[in-house]
């Protein structure tokens, strides 16, 4: 049954966003943690919002992650090998290929962070690093803030993956990763975002 519409219809504006960005914060009125695991924990907000607005969230906290986009373009800077992980994912209930990626440590530098991991899953290590993108998977009700780094100049060496990870790594070349997006081969929000992006940043510098 559709609920009838009580508020007044508002006029969609037309412009451009902000070049320089504002962050309106909301005064917490109370926070409670209703759960603490592991990796996060949930809290239940009474808040105040930008304008006023009270309200009441449950919230996913979260110290952070970091997601790794290393290529090997030592000889095709336009087509590069992209290190992928292919592991089975409960919440998806699903293999997915995904790339390296990993929480980052109460207080942890998010650069130091990316090295560790890259290093621990894979085993590769990069001479150059530079930050790609950040965001929020889905800041509806996760606070968990996702920096992506490309690392190039890679070496291989040992990887050390954690007890619980059990991790396929095979290197694919960029071209074939945007094929299976194409066609719904990767269902990875942080690899699809970030494999997208890189693309597109590179198609406009003219390296692809």
């Known amino acids: 049954m559709r609920r009838k519409s009580t508020g007044k219809a508002r006029q969609l504006k037309t412009g451009k966003i902000a070049k320089v960005r504002v962050v309106e914060r909301a005064t917490v009125v109370s926070s ?4 603490r695991g592991p990796l ?31 290529i090997d373009d ?9 290190v992928m992980e292919r592991q089975y994912r409960h919440a998806a209930n699903q293999f997915l290929w995904e790339l390296p ?4 440590e109460p207080g ?11 290093a621990e899953e894979t085993g590769y290590r990069a ?21 992506v780094f490309v690392a ?4 291989p060496g040992a990887a050390h993956p954690e007890e619980d990870e059990h991790i396929e790594l095979r290197l694919v070349r960029l071209k074939d ?32």
């Open 40 to 70: 996060f924990r949930v809290l239940h907000d009474k808040l105040i919002e930008p304008g006023g607005r009270r309200n009441e969230r449950d919230v996913i906290r979260h110290n952070g992650s970091v997601v790794i986009l290393a």
């Open 108 to 118: 942890e530098d998010a650069l130091e962070g990316a090295k560790r991991e890259l």
């Open 177 to 208: 990763v945007l094929k299976a997006i194409e066609r719904g081969a990767i269902l990875d929000g942080k690899t699809l975002s970030s494999v997208l992006l890189y693309d597109r940043i590179s198609r406009r510098r003219g390296k692809r």
């Open 32 to 35: 409670e943690v209703v759960y």
């Open 101 to 104: 990626a990993g929480k980052l």
């Open 152 to 155: 190039a100049g890679l070496e």
């Open 74 to 82: 030592a000889k095709d800077k336009k087509d590069p090998w992209i």
């Open 127 to 147: 001479k150059r690093w530079r930050p790609l993108v950040e965001y929020y998977a889905s800041p509806g009700f996760l606070g968990e803030s996702m920096k």
